[in-house]
């Protein structure tokens, strides 16, 4: 079992930057592939990125390939979700996700795959 509670929303301007912060209770959070996902009003829960346990392997969605960044720390059991360039368009309820995992090389990304899940944390870009 691991609970998720994200933190680092808010609102920010086009272009500008914000760092999402995970942080995981349990022991085994090194036993954990991670991922961000978020949902606008209206439309479906997507992913963003995944990290396997040890970090050593991401994934990304295309919409955000070269301007979000997925990091952690399991020393912290925190999961990061470094955010640049920000769009209008980034606009969305931000949730973190974890999923038992002992592969070092592959990353989940379907919402399915998920089993453990935060609140959410608000982000919005205004134009």
């Known amino acids: 079992q691991v609970q998720l509670v994200e933190s680092g929303g808010g609102l920010v301007q086009a272009g500008g930057s914000l760092r999402l912060s995970c942080a995981a209770s349990?022991?085994?959070?090194?036993?954990?592939?991670m991922g961000w996902f978020r949902q606008a009003p209206g439309l479906e829960r997507e992913v963003v990125a995944g990290?396997?346990?040890?970090?050593?392997?991401?994934e990304y969605a295309d919409s955000v390939k070269g301007r979000f960044t997925i990091s952690r720390d399991n020393a912290k059991n925190t999961v990061y979700l470094q955010m640049n360039s920000l769009k209008p368009e980034d606009t969305a309820a931000y949730y973190c996700?974890?999923?038992?995992?002992?592969?070092?090389?592959?990353?989940?990304?379907?919402?399915?795959?998920?089993?453990?899940w935060g609140q959410g944390t608000q982000v919005t870009v205004s134009s």
């Open positions: 349990g022991r085994t959070f090194g036993r954990y592939c």
């Open positions: 990290i396997t346990w040890s970090g050593g392997r991401t």
């Open positions: 996700a974890a999923r038992t995992s002992y592969s070092s090389t592959y990353v989940y990304t379907a919402r399915s795959d998920y089993n453990y």
